[in-house]
Each structure stands twice: as structure tokens, then as C-alpha cells.
């Protein structure tokens, strides 16, 4: 399958998850701040695919990220029911949904930045290079986390759903570790896995 045909597949399933996922969401103001990552990266993976095609892996976890999103933003993260099975099932106080979305927004963005970075500078694997991408995961869970407290100022009690605290004091101590977690495991997981498809995407 060329790329073109991967992201056409990866935009159905997208709209398809979308429509689901914005038809009766729990909070309307809360499911469009949730998906709007998915709006916003879906026409720029359209725009660059000629230019900057992605491989495989990089396009699959682009995926499975926006789903996580969809599926959080229908139910808000402290509602989503498998959270509610594993809460039980681990005996935890709360919802750990919202902590597994954190961790996908270190492991995700871990190996698109990498992907980046090998391609459009003079990086190369290293330990630079991985400080670098656990300090631009930071960055990114830093800025969500701004963003989430301009909701919370702008919106008041009504941002409660968006933060999905849920009487968490260190709620966001708590998503920028899972982050760098998540960006850690990642890089220590798919690099060599990652290397290889990039070898074959630069001889193609």
C-alpha cells in the first residue's frame, strides 16, 4: 500500500471514529477541545504527504493518537467505561484513562519529532538527540497543559471536564511525568524498529 492509500485508510477511519465520537458526546465544549489535535493534523498529513511522507509507524501511532483522543473527547477522560473496567480491575482511586492519554502524548510525538529531526537536520542517534526529543515531548506537554489552564481561566467550574482532575491536587505533575514516560518508552522501543523503516524510506 503507497502512502496516499494509508492515509486515505487512516482518514476513514478517522471520520468514521469522528462522527461517533461527536454524535451525543457527554460535553459538546469539551469533545471539540479534545479532537480538535485530530482536525488540525488530518489536513497537514494531506498537504505534506508529497513533500514529507511519513512511514509506516510514524503514520500508525499518528493514528492511534487521534483515536485515543476521539474516544476521550466523547466521553471526556474521566468517563470513558474501559478506564472505569481497568479502575476497578487495578483497584486504583480514579479513572486511568487520562493518565494512559498522557502517556500516548509522550509516545507518539517521541517518534514523529525523531522522525523530523533525522530527516531535516544533522542529527543522528545519539544521546543529544534523545535528550532532545524528551525535552520537546516536555515542551509539548508543558504547552497542552497551558492550554488547559487558559480553558480552565476562560471557562471557569466548566473546565472541569476538560481537566479531568478529578480531585488530583498534582493532576499536572502527574500528566507531564506520564508524558516523559511515555516519550521514554517510545524512543527505547521503536528506535531500531524506526531506523529501519526510515533506511528504507530514504533508499525508496
Known amino acids: 500500500m503507497n502512502y496516499s492509500s494509508a492515509l486515505a485508510v487512516l482518514s476513514a477511519i478517522w471520520a468514521a471514529i469522528l462522527l461517533w465520537s461527536g454524535w451525543a458526546p457527554f460535553d459538546r465544549a469539551t469533545w471539540l477541545m479534545e479532537v480538535a489535535p485530530v482536525l488540525i493534523a488530518l489536513p497537514i498529513l494531506w498537504l505534506t504527504r508529497n513533500a514529507f511522507p511519513l512511514t509506516p509507524l510514524a503514520l500508525t501511532l499518528i493514528g492511534v493518537h487521534g483515536m485515543v483522543l476521539m474516544l476521550g473527547g466523547a466521553y ?59 525535552a520537546c515531548c516536555l515542551a509539548v506537554s508543558a504547552g497542552y497543559e497551558l492550554i488547559e489552564f487558559s480553558a480552565a481561566m476562560a471557562l471557569g467550574q466548566g473546565a472541569e471536564e476538560f481537566l479531568g482532575t478529578q480531585g488530583d491536587q498534582w493532576d499536572t505533575q502527574w500528566d507531564m511525568l506520564m508524558c516523559l514516560i511515555g516519550a521514554g518508552l517510545a524512543l527505547l522501543l521503536l528506535s531500531r524498529w524506526h531506523d529501519r523503516q526510515l533506511a528504507r524510506l530514504e533508499g525508496a
Not at 82 to 97: C, D, K, S, T, V
Not at 112 to 118: D, N, P, S
Open 76 to 134: 471526556t477522560y474521566a468517563r470513558v467505561p474501559i478506564g472505569f473496567e481497568m479502575q476497578e480491575w487495578l483497584g486504583l482511586a480514579r479513572n486511568p484513562y487520562d493518565r494512559f492519554g498522557h502517556l500516548i502524548q509522550g509516545f507518539v510525538p517521541a517518534i514523529v519529532f525523531r522522525e523530523m529531526l533525522l530527516r531535516l537536520s544533522p542529527l543522528r542517534p545519539g544521546w543529544l538527540l534523545t535528550a532532545l526529543l524528551l
